[in-house]
């Protein structure tokens, strides 16, 4: 079993930053893939980011980010905490919603939500305008 445990919400102002911290109480041997995901109440849980962990290695293979966020967000990783990390800048107010992180087994970094096996509790964001 893997628990998933975010932190770094907040509030904060339009045209600001946060960091979001995704700490995995354990690390598998086989390649797993990283993902934060964000939901607004009333809507389906949408990708925002994702990242291939490979084998017990440091390497990290393709970053993937979806649309709305590009050369805003940066995922991370530090591979000896077993924590990802979502560094959001310039956050504007639809960015307001609640921010998960995920693990998946597959063998490619997945935008859909039902692909991903753990979850973490969530933590929300807040940009006020």
């Known amino acids: 079993q893997v628990q998933l445990v975010e932190s770094g919400g907040g509030l904060v102002q339009a045209g600001g930053s946060l960091r979001l911290t995704c700490a995995a109480s354990?690390?598998?041997?086989?390649?797993?893939?990283m993902g934060w995901f964000r939901q607004i109440p009333g809507k389906e849980r949408e990708f925002v980011a994702g990242?291939?962990?490979?084998?017990?290695?440091?390497?990290?293979?393709?970053?993937s980010y979806a649309e709305f966020v590009k050369a805003r967000f940066t995922i991370s990783r530090d591979s000896a905490k077993n924590t990802l990390y979502l560094q959001m800048n310039n956050l504007k107010p639809e960015d307001t919603a609640v921010y998960y992180c995920?693990?998946?087994?597959?063998?490619?970094?997945?935008?859909?939500?039902?692909?991903?096996?753990?979850w973490g509790q969530g933590t929300q964001v807040t940009v006020s305008s």
């Open positions: 990242q291939r962990w490979i084998g017990s290695s440091s390497l990290t293979l393709l970053n």
């Open positions: 354990r690390r598998s041997v086989s390649s797993i893939n």
């Open positions: 995920a693990l998946s087994t597959k063998a490619y970094v997945s935008r859909r939500a039902d692909e991903y096996d753990y």
